[in-house]
Every structure is written in structure tokens, then in C-alpha cells.
């Protein structure tokens, strides 16, 4: 069939100029943002448009056609007003140049099945850092010559099998590769570019990963990145939540002290509804006996003397002698935590959805919100969704100080 004019001019991006020659082997890489597959959904529906395209979208793994690019191409075809585009559940087709997108996850192929896709002249694959050695092996050899496969892709580790593909193949002529981020995208969105600037800000390894493109670092297994260490005052209205955690021979029993609200003018105002959680006391130490606990306790705050025995205290419950020692040596006001499936995960979250501001003098603190992690695994360096036991007393503190703040959050929302 003779093919269509081209009836549609589409605006690209500099950085993706070079991907407009239809090379064998074309890779996009790079951070959130960047329009990697606005670019390739333009181009292939421009393709379809100007010439005969029989193109598979495929990835990794797709369970059901929600996991596809299908939407992203009815919106570019809606977008530009274009008419001849057949869509049904599973493909889209452009009569007047009889052309063909499918949607395929690459892993429920077999060497079989993969012949359907021989005939095929374009392939591109979305999240081309999840394919595995074996759908690439599949897949290459099935686009036979004169076709094109469009890589588009996020960064995850130097060993992933499209990284290698394409560094082992720079500088071959059939190879063609641009990294794009966010900076590149004259269109970049208002409001991902407030998303870049709080990561920014609070995350740096986050914002290397995953606005600039950068490999994941082993620093992602640290579980706390929304904290900074700075000198506050404490407002004399603080609402303040204690927390305490027991230790003895090795373990450390620590106490700490935070309070919530915002940040006006470098200020600390308590609020309830805040999104600032503000450490400004702690206490640690190693081998204190169950008789000096109470006095320890007392010096939380030299400046007012005994506080900790006057406000709502919530501790470790699985220790239930030494909260009952407390309270018959003056902390009437302290409680156990509530413990349960979960609970752990469940804190740590909650604690995550703030920004947290740690007072410099809270050094054992600081510490642990910089070591806290999740464990990794020591073969594959995977990142595991298992909480390291270690490193987190002063955060269980953290956690049992917010527990009732938590929980009735949580009611909050049910009822609602």
C-alpha cells in the first residue's frame, strides 16, 4: 500500500533529535521528567502516520493491559486530532497506512511463542531496566533487518542487561543512545518540577536516582532520607510527645523528646497538623541500672527540671516491670506501647511523612536516622522490604513518642 503523507509535525525536544534516525538500536535513559516516552509515543504514532509500522510494545512483565504504554498512545492520537486510528482492547491499528501496535509482556514468551512477533518492523520497550538477559535474547534476533527497537528506560544498576547492551555496543554504528532528564524538557511540568525541588532538598540520593537518571546507590537501603540537622528554639507552647526505650548491657536506654508544627521565618510554631517533627532532647546510655532510671530521666531538660514527669510518656511495653517501677517512682503518666503485626512498619511510615529537624545536640539521634536501613541481599545487593534490628533505639523511642498521635490519625481517616 502506498504510503500516507506526513500529515503530522510534532515538536521534539533537542536532546531526542538524534533518536529521529530509525538505527537498529535506539535508547532513551535518564530521571523522571525528562518526556522519554512522550517522545517515543509521538514518534511511533508519527511513524504509523507517515508509513507502514507493525510495532510491539512490550515490557517485562505486563498482567494486564493497564501495565501498558496503550494509554499514553490513545492520548498523543486524542491530543493531535487524528483520524483513522482504530482502537480496541488490545491494539490500536491506522487503516490508511495498515499499520499495527501491540502490547506484550516480553516474560510469558517462550522461544515458540516469540515467532508471533516475527514480521514485526518496530519494537519498543518501556522500563527497559526490568527486562531480563532472557526476554532480550528472546526478543533481538525476532526483529529481523530494517526493523527498529526503541529502548526507553530509568536507571537502576550498571549490571542490568539494557545498560550493558548499550555501553558494550557505544560507538557501534547500528547503536544510537541519549540520556534525558528533566532539565532537557522544555515542557516540564509545574508540578513535578515542586517534586524535583522537595527531593532536592530533603533527599539528595533520591533526586540523583531518580530526576537525574544516576544508578541506585547503596545508600537507598536507608530507610530515613527526610531529616536535616539544625539549631531551633523550643517554643515554650510546645506540645510535647516522649518516648522511651530499655536497655541495659549492650542496648541503650534512651528517651527522647519532639514536638510537631511548621516552620515560619526559621521558627518552630507547634502545630498539630504539621508537617515538621521536631527532636530536641534525647537521653542514651548503656548499663543504667532500673534503680537510677527515674533520676536519669529527670535531666532530660536542665532548663525545666523534672518535665519528664509531667507529661504523657508512652515506652517500650516489653518491659512491663521496669514501666511499673516508673510509675511508682514518680511517672505516673507513663503508658505501654501498643504492639502488633506491623506496628513497627506502621511507625516508620508515619514518621516518614514528616520533615524532620533534629537539634545538633541530639547526636545519638542523628545517628540513627543516618544508619536506620533496610537489609540487603548479600549475594544480589537487592534491597529487601526486612527492617534491620540494629541502629534504632532512639527511633523506636521516636515511634512509641507518636504512637497516640498515629492512631488517632489513622481513626481519623477510617471515620472520614
Not at 514536638?259 to 497538623?273: A, H, N, Q, S, Y
Request: proline content about 6%; hydrophobic content about 35%.
Amino acid at each position: 500500500m502506498k504510503p500516507a503523507p506526513r500529515t503530522l509535525r510534532v515538536e521534539t525536544p533537542r536532546v531526542f533529535l538524534p533518536l529521529l534516525e530509525k538505527k537498529r538500536f535506539r535508547g532513551a535513559s535518564g530521571g523522571r521528567g525528562s518526556g522519554k516516552s512522550h517522545f517515543a509515543g509521538e514518534d511511533l504514532i508519527l511513524d504509523c502516520v507517515e508509513t507502514h509500522v507493525r510495532c510491539a510494545c512490550v515490557r517485562e512483565i505486563q498482567n494486564s493491559i493497564k501495565d501498558s504504554v496503550k494509554q499514553l498512545l490513545e492520548d498523543k492520537i486524542e491530543k493531535h486530532g487524528l483520524r483513522g486510528f482504530t482502537i480496541t482492547e488490545r491494539e490500536i491499528v491506522y487503516r490508511p497506512t495498515d499499520s499495527l501496535i501491540i502490547f506484550r509482556g516480553l516474560q510469558n514468551h517462550t522461544a515458540s511463542s516469540i515467532k508471533s512477533l516475527e514480521g514485526f518492523n518496530r519494537m519498543w520497550a518501556e522500563e527497559a531496566q526490568t527486562l531480563s538477559q532472557r526476554s532480550l535474547d528472546l526478543a533481538v534476533p525476532t526483529f529481523r533487518s530494517g526493523s527498529s527497537l526503541l529502548f526507553t528506560w530509568n536507571p537502576y544498576k550498571k549490571t542490568d542487561p539494557v545498560d550493558r547492551l548499550f555501553h558494550e555496543n557505544k560507538g557501534d554504528p547500528d547503536f544510537v543512545w541519549v540520556e534525558a532528564n528533566y532539565y532537557d524538557n522544555p515542557w516540564f511540568p509545574e508540578e513535578l518540577r515542586r517534586d524535583m525541588e522537595r527531593d532536592k532538598r530533603r533527599d539528595p540520593d533520591k533526586y540523583a536516582h531518580t530526576w537525574l537518571g544516576r544508578y541506585m546507590s547503596a545508600s537507598e537501603a536507608r530507610v530515613f532520607k527526610n531529616y536535616t540537622v539544625q539549631e531551633f528554639e523550643t517554643p515554650n507552647n510546645a506540645r510535647f510527645h516522649l518516648g522511651a526505650d530499655w536497655g541495659f548491657s549492650v542496648d541503650p536506654t534512651t528517651l527522647v523528646r519532639c514536638f510537631i508544627g511548621f516552620l515560619r521565618g526559621g521558627m518552630p510554631v507547634p502545630d498539630p497538623k504539621g508537617d515538621k517533627l521536631f527532636v530536641d532532647r534525647e537521653l542514651h546510655k548503656v548499663g543504667l541500672e532500673i534503680d537510677n532510671t527515674p533520676a536519669f530521666f529527670d535531666t532530660l531538660d536542665p532548663a525545666r527540671p523534672k518535665m519528664a514527669r509531667e507529661w504523657p510518656m508512652c515506652a517500650d511495653s516489653a518491659r512491663p516491670e521496669t514501666i511499673s517501677y516508673m510509675k511508682r517512682h514518680g511517672y505516673g503518666r507513663i503508658k505501654p506501647s501498643i504492639k502488633g503485626q506491623g506496628s513497627v512498619k506502621d511507625g516508620i511510615e508515619f514518621l516518614k511523612n514528616f520533615d524532620i529537624i533534629v537539634h545538633p545536640r541530639c547526636v545519638h539521634t542523628v545517628d540513627e536516622l543516618a544508619s536506620y536501613s533496610w537489609k540487603t541481599d548479600p549475594k544480589t545487593g537487592e534491597i529487601l522490604p526486612v527492617l534491620e534490628d540494629k541502629k534504632n533505639h532512639v527511633i523506636d523511642a521516636l515511634r512509641y513518642a507518636l504512637e497516640s498521635t498515629r492512631r488517632g490519625s489513622y481513626t481519623l481517616a477510617n471515620i472520614s
